[in-house]
T-cell receptor
């Protein structure tokens, strides 16, 4: 049973370009969460999605960031016109449902570097 | 406001000894879940153990156990018989209530196991 798959593992972009981060949840999981981790810090919640719906985007910056989880295919976190401050590790997690006692299983993350 | 605190930035332990990593939290919600994750130097996030606020017994998973003291609002992780492979960052995380699904993470504790 494959775990949460994120790609790419590393992504380098120049300022002003777009970054697209992909996440395929574990088989049978329909809830996806995106987190951002700055160096030497804990993870910070960004957005929570179910298939075709954004449930909670309270942690996502209002500008330049968007997320989707289409009916078919992976969840995508999109960052437009990237800036140096977007450099971070971005983690995706999934769970089978929204129950509070279900752990979220994480992917290996995408390390985004902005030149 | 909900908050989770890890006061130990770094800890050292001798191989084969036990170590306790501290975690305190603050919430007025009676329903919540507490999670511990391990992040080795390779960067992935590994789920270790879960404790629900209504659970009567402390959670255990192999060498990991959770010392849950509800009145003190603490959920310390105990690792018994430390191994060199336990060297990593450890994050305490919390999810509270029935509406919010996102995890809130502490700042982490870096554990180094010495031979």
């Amino acid at each position: 049973n494959a775990g949460v798959m994120q790609n790419p593992r590393h992504l380098v972009r120049r300022r002003g370009q777009e970054a697209r981060l992909r996440c395929s949840p574990m088989k049978g999981h329909s809830h996806v969460y995106w987190y951002r981790q700055l160096p030497e810090e804990g993870l910070k919640f960004m957005v929570y999605l179910q298939k075709e719906n954004i449930i909670d985007e309270s942690g996502m910056p209002k500008e330049r960031f968007s997320a989707e989880f289409p009916k078919e295919g992976p969840s995508i976190l999109r960052i437009q016109q990237v800036v140096r401050g977007d450099s971070a590790a971005y983690f995706c997690a999934s769970s089978p449902d929204g129950n509070s006692n279900q752990p979220q299983h994480f992917g290996d993350g995408t390390r985004l570097s902005i030149l | 406001a909900q908050k989770i605190t890890q006061t130990q930035p770094g800890m050292f332990v001798q191989e084969k000894e036990a170590v306790t990593l501290d975690c305190t939290y603050d919430t007025s919600d009676p329903s919540y879940g507490l999670f511990w994750y391990k992040q080795p130097s390779s960067g992935e996030m590994i789920f270790l153990i879960y404790q629900g606020s209504y659970d009567q017994q402390n959670a255990t998973e192999g060498r990991y156990s959770l010392n849950f003291q509800k009145a003190r609002k603490s959920a310390n992780l105990v690792i018994s018989a430390s191994q060199l492979g336990d060297s990593a960052m450890y994050f305490c995380a919390m999810r509270w209530g029935t509406g919010r699904r996102a995890l809130t993470f502490g700042s982490g504790t870096r554990l180094q196991v010495q031979p």
